[in-house]
């Protein structure tokens, strides 16, 4: 039997850079770090080859973004008690957030809007 939390928890479907990927699920309250944390406590038995030294390095991307350790799940704004894929990586560093647009806006000058006919 479902129950509301159950609807209210939100599921993720982690895949590493080798194509591996392991389901998961997580309260909408839960950050990056989070996440990072629990996956790296709760290892799949089939990621052995893939394990890490520490929880600091685990980085999620979703929809091509690194995730930063503060941002929620809820924040994202996912539908609950669906499946979310993201991928997850083992990164020392993340790039400062918004800095591959900032570059982009330096190098062009271009406008961003658009004609519709």
């Known amino acids: ?24 699920t997580f309260s909408p309250n839960d950050s990056a770090t989070d996440i990072a944390k629990h996956v790296f406590d709760n290892w799949p038995a089939g990621w052995e ?5 520490s929880p600091n390095i685990l980085r999620l991307i979703f929809q091509g973004r690194f995730l930063h350790g503060n941002v929620t799940l809820g924040a994202l704004k996912l539908p609950p008690g669906r499946t979310t894929v993201m991928h997850l990586v083992a990164r020392e ?25």
């Open 1 to 24: 039997m479902t129950t509301q939390r159950d609807l209210d928890m939100v599921h993720l479907r982690l895949i590493l850079v080798s194509g591996k990927t392991q389901d998961f």
């Open 49 to 53: 080859e893939e394990r890490v030294s």
């Open 93 to 117: 560093t993340l790039p400062e957030p918004n800095s591959h647009g900032q570059r982009n806006r330096e190098k062009t000058t271009e406008s961003n809007c658009c004609l519709l006919l």
